[in-house]
Each structure stands twice: as C-alpha cells, then as structure tokens.
T-cell receptor, first 116, second 112 residues
Framework: NAGVTQTPKFQVLKTGQSMTLQCAQDMNHNSMYWYRQDPGMGLRLIYYSASEGTTDKGEVPNGYNVSRLNKREFSLRLESAAPSQTSVYFC???????????????FGDGTRLSIL | QKEVEQDPGPLSVPEGAIVSLNCTYSNSAFQYFMWYRQYSRKGPELLMYTYSSGNKEDGRFTAQVDKSSKYISLFIRDSQPSDSATYLCAMRVPYNNNDMRFGAGTRLTVKP
C-alpha cells in the first residue's frame, strides 16, 4: 500500500542546475499538489492540479514548473536552481480538490533538496 | 505579519498530561480548519477537520474553533509518547484550494 511516492528522497544541486522531482500516487485520486516546507514558514502550496490535464499556481509558484503527466503522476521542475529553493518538498493527492474529513490529502514523505 | 501564527515550541510534557496547541489567524474568510500531525522525516497526516466555530472530539483529541477571536486549539488528553510529533494547523477559504494556509508547526515531545 504505497500511497504517495516521491523520488528522490534527497538531492544536492549546485546553483543553476535543473532538476525534476517525481511524484506518483496509487489511490486513483483526481487532485495532486506540490508544497514546500521551510523552518518557521510552514507548508506553502507551489502548484496544484485539480484533475488530469489541469494545473494552477499556488502561493509560491515562481521558479517552478509542473507537469501532470497522467492521473497518477505529477512532477515538479526547477529550471535553474537557486539557494532560496533549498527546502523539503512534499507531494500530496486527494480524491477531490477540496479535501474534507473523509477525503483528506495524503502526503508523501518528502524530498530534501539542498542547493549550494 | 503571517496569516497564520503558531508557537513553534518545543513543548515537552510528561506522559498522561493534557496538551494544548494553538494557532491564531488574521483572515476572517477562513472557514475550514484542520490539524495535521507530522512525525519526523514523514509527511503530514490529517488529524482533525472542523468547519466554522465550535468543538469536535475524536478519541483523545478535541479541536476547538473560535472564529470571533480568530483562534483555534487542539487538545490532547492522556498524552502518550506516540503523540510526540510536530502538529500543524491549517485553514482554508471555501472553494479555493489556492487559499490554504499552514502554521509553522509546534514540536511536541511526550516523555514516558
């Protein structure tokens, strides 16, 4: 019962390098999300996808792009990494866009990204 | 000023104690209020979900929302070492996923 799987778990990049974070869910959920978590800041929504074929900006989209490859997969790309993008990145999925008590968001275990 | 304020702690209590975790917020449009639990090196998991003002109880956990004061609380009764985690409050404007905001989290340790 994998749930939400994120790869890689850890990555170190140099400034200016590009990278794609992968996320896959096996719960047949329609909606998927990318968050970043920084000390003292809480989780902040980067992008979300309400359903296959659609993506929308969240609170902090600058410097990122996303692709909803199919219903299962939602990737996050850093085109030119900057030290300010050092963070823990979480992918989540839910049955519907507006999560509720019986249809909550399910989170992966995160990708820890350091940019030097 | 952040939209959601949460004391980061850390908070350390003995096993069996009652724990009180709190968040304040500034956006009066928030109507959905959530508490997530996050164990070390793991993703958050939804613990409690409430809509508008009032109390909601689930086992040892009680979530309380006071919209007039823009203040929400999570109470944990008979705390256990397995409750040791970071607790995040979150809140959302209805029908707008873009307007979900999380607190920074309070780290709780329950000592045996």
């Amino acid at each position: 019962n994998a749930g939400v799987t994120q790869t890689p778990k850890f990555q170190v990049l140099k400034t200016g390098q590009s990278m794609t974070l992968q996320c896959a869910q096996d719960m047949n959920h329609n909606s998927m999300y990318w968050y970043r978590q920084d000390p003292g800041m809480g989780l902040r929504l980067i992008y979300y996808s309400a359903s296959e074929g659609t993506t929308d900006k969240g609170e902090v989209p600058n410097g990122y792009n996303v692709s909803r490859l199919n219903k299962r997969e939602f990737s996050l790309r850093l085109e030119s990494a900057a030290p300010s993008q050092t963070s823990v990145y979480f992918c989540a999925s839910s049955e519907v866009l507006i999560d509720s008590a019986d249809q909550p968001q399910h989170f992966g275990d995160g990708t820890r990204l350091s940019i030097l | 000023q952040k939209e959601v304020e949460q004391d980061p702690g850390p908070l350390s209590v003995p096993e069996g104690a009652i724990v009180s975790l709190n968040c304040t917020y500034s956006n009066s449009a928030f109507q959905y209020f959530m508490w997530y639990r996050q164990y070390s090196r793991k993703g958050p998991e939804l613990l409690m979900y409430t809509y508008s003002s009032g109390n909601k109880e689930d086992g040892r956990f009680t979530a309380q929302v006071d919209k007039s004061s823009k203040y929400i609380s999570l109470f944990i009764r008979d705390s256990q070492p397995s409750d040791s985690a970071t607790y995040l409050c979150a809140m959302r404007v209805p029908y707008n996923n873009n307007d979900m905001r999380f607190g920074a989290g309070t780290r709780l340790t329950v000592k045996p």
